[in-house]
């Protein structure tokens, strides 16, 4: 995973030790209120006051993340809900992002085969995944992710199928729809890494370890200073894939404007690398067909 910047470590570093004398109070069986903690960490992040978010984007978001967090009132669920959609503001910068929104990665795998063959009806067009997370930019799809409503010790629906499929797959669409827009450019496929995430009420999957969110002030520094700093992590990479296909875009756009004044000895040919496309099950869905009664009776 990518380093963080310097700014983002200093102000984990000064919240982090912030929260140490209470720890150590409690290590001591002395006796500490959950106010405390949050006292300590509000004092910690706002001493650095505000930032621009034009100029200093992560930064602001840290900062609007943590007291929001520590202003919520409610139940736990609460806090895991609040927390979760502030993780998904970290992205807001880059380009658009949807929720619950039609995945085009998958909604043009899904419907690859869809064509006139002059022999039979056009296939009706199959409708593709919705996620609840998804980061997009001039046509392109860069990282998803699904929230689930509870955590049933790894054997939900959303644990089992969406985490080991759905993600999965999605992310190998995303993928396979950019390398066919620059001919299976092999530098495009390893300058690109597609992020996924699965939420399941109290635990974050980010493409790695497992996380859970803290629903108490007092685990914060050690439970949701983690997750911060690899969304974090995973922005830097979903920011990488995005200079990756923009610069290929360029390149390719300068190639077709030369390919008529090149010639063969000129003309240079890049590595192709190909991976085969996401299975698709075939549609099950049965057409409706007239009986023999139904012939009778016309």
Same mark, same amino acid.
């Given at each position: ?5 310097p700014?983002?470590d ?8 912030a ?14 209120e959950e ?6 960490i509000?004092?910690?992040v706002?001493?650095?006051g505000?930032?621009?978010p034009?100029v200093?984007?992560d ?9 929001? @967090? ?5 139940s736990e ?9 502030n ?6 910068g ?9 995945c085009n ?7 690859s ?8 009806p056009?296939e009706?067009?199959?409708s593709? &995944?919705?996620?609840d997370f998804l ?8 990282? &998803? ?11 939900s629906?959303k644990e089992?199928i969406?985490?080991?499929l759905? &993600?999965p797959?999605?992310?190998?669409? @995303?993928l396979h729809?950019?390398?066919?827009k620059?001919n299976?450019d092999a530098?495009?496929l ?13 635990v ?6 497992e996380?859970?969110?803290p629903e ?5 520094s050690?439970q ?9 992590q995973?922005?830097? @990479?979903v920011?990488?894939?995005m200079?990756a &296909? ?6 390719q ?7 008529t004044?090149?010639?063969?000895e000129?003309?240079t040919?890049?590595?192709?690398l ?8 075939p ?5 409706k067909?007239n ?8």
């Amino acid at each position: 995973m990518p380093f963080l910047d310097p700014s983002i470590d200093t102000i984990f570093n000064t919240c982090e030790k912030a929260v140490l004398p209470l720890e150590e109070k409690e290590e001591k069986e002395e006796y500490v209120e959950e106010k405390d903690y949050i006292d300590c960490i509000w004092k910690a992040v706002t001493s650095f006051g505000f930032f621009d978010p034009n100029v200093q984007p992560d930064e602001d978001w840290y900062r609007r993340n943590i007291l929001a @967090i520590l202003v919520a009132n409610g139940s736990e669920q609460d806090f895991v809900v609040r927390c979760w959609s502030n993780l998904d503001r970290c992205f807001e910068g880059l380009g658009v992002v949807a929720r619950d929104r039609t995945c085009n990665s998958t909604l043009v795998r899904v419907n690859s085969e869809r064509r006139i063959t002059g022999l039979e009806p056009i296939e009706e067009q199959q409708s593709s &995944v919705r996620p609840d997370f998804l980061v997009m930019k001039e046509g392109f799809d860069f990282a &998803v992710g699904e929230c689930g409503k509870e955590d049933l010790g790894r054997i939900s629906k959303k644990e089992i199928i969406e985490r080991q499929l759905h &993600v999965p797959k999605i992310m190998k669409n @995303i993928l396979h729809q950019i390398l066919i827009k620059f001919n299976h450019d092999a530098y495009i496929l390893r300058g690109t890494l597609k992020v996924g995430a699965l939420q399941e009420s109290g635990v974050l999957y980010l493409t790695a370890p497992e996380y859970n969110i803290p629903e108490n002030a007092d685990m914060i520094s050690t439970q949701l200073f983690p997750i911060m700093k690899r969304t974090l992590q995973i922005k830097t @990479i979903v920011k990488a894939s995005m200079k990756a &296909v923009k610069k290929q875009q360029r390149e390719q756009a300068k190639k077709e404007m030369n390919s008529t004044m090149s010639t063969l000895e000129t003309q240079t040919t890049n590595t192709i690398l190909r991976i085969p496309e996401t299975f698709t099950i075939p549609n099950a869905k049965k057409l409706k067909t007239n009986s023999s009664d139904d012939v009778l009776k016309n």
